[in-house]
């Protein structure tokens, strides 16, 4: 199922009754896609790499929240390997016996630096590394800690998957691309309620914004369409900002000013 919101103006109707019929018709249409401007404008807020509400400036690749974005990335890909430079991992390669443990290199001290043989992988591809981070991303979130080494008598363990850097770096570029990617699915509904979208997410532009009017009402149908996204992960967004007190009371006050200015000019003309 494609994430979709539907604001209406059902229920609404019973409030301008004291209205004609064109007069009501047209508050309604603007309160509803003035509510469907602010839910957008909301969602993509809080959508990564929008961060606690604070929405993205439009701008380069420099916008703070885009910078701390990647940063967020590179950390949360840290929680599941080790990458190490090719150099040693084709040293290691090479002095690999059938011991327990893999040699990386030799501290000063004489600390032998290594990996357990289940945890060196110097063939690991895009491939393995997407397949660590499915198994790791849970809900919209990395699971893990940082990772550290464990002292074994003469040696320090790293306790995760090793890594070439250099398919590491690969990866991490694989998944900065996609920053951006599950706003930028709101981008057809923020066109067309002239809500600001930032680079970052208009150069994943996708989604669909669907009208559905008649002479008494109008419906506006806003969806996600990037496929990546879980269902779950755009729902739970989208609830938050429905939910939202701050947002209530904001429609309420839209609505309440739209009254107020039809009944002054009804007011001004008799």
Do not use: C
């Amino acid at each position: 199922m494609t994430p979709t919101v539907r604001i209406s103006t059902a229920g609404l109707k019973a409030a301008f009754a004291r209205f004609s019929a064109i007069d009501q018709k047209a508050i309604l249409d603007k309160t509803v896609r003035t509510d469907a401007m602010g839910f957008v404008r909301d969602i993509i807020a809080i959508t990564p790499p929008g961060h606690q509400g604070k929405p993205l400036v439009s701008g380069s690749k420099g916008e703070p929240a885009v910078a701390a974005g990647e940063a967020a990335i590179k950390r949360d890909l840290k929680k599941m390997v080790v990458p190490m430079t090719d150099a040693i991992m084709q040293r290691a390669a090479l002095r690999m016996t059938q011991q327990e443990n893999v040699l990386l290199w030799i501290e000063g001290d004489g600390t032998l630096i290594g990996v357990q043989r289940a945890f060196f992988m110097p063939q690991a591809n895009l491939d393995t590394l997407q397949a660590l981070h499915q198994s790791r991303f849970i809900r919209g979130r990395m699971r893990g800690r940082q990772i550290k080494r464990i002292r074994q008598g003469k040696w320090e363990i790293w306790q995760a998957p090793v890594v070439p850097r250099s398919v590491f770096d690969a990866f991490v570029k694989q998944q900065i691309a996609k920053v951006g990617k599950l706003a930028g699915g709101w981008t057809a509904a923020a066109q067309a309620l002239k809500v600001r979208v930032p680079k970052i997410a208009k150069r994943h532009a996708a989604g669909t914004y669907i009208p559905i009017e008649n002479s008494t009402s109008l419906r506006l149908r806003l969806t996600n369409t990037r496929a990546y996204a879980s269902d779950a992960d755009v729902e739970r967004r989208a609830r938050h900002v429905l939910d939202s007190d701050k947002r209530a009371k904001r429609l309420g006050i839209r609505i309440k000013e739209e009254i107020r200015a039809k009944l002054k000019a009804q007011l001004a003309r008799t």
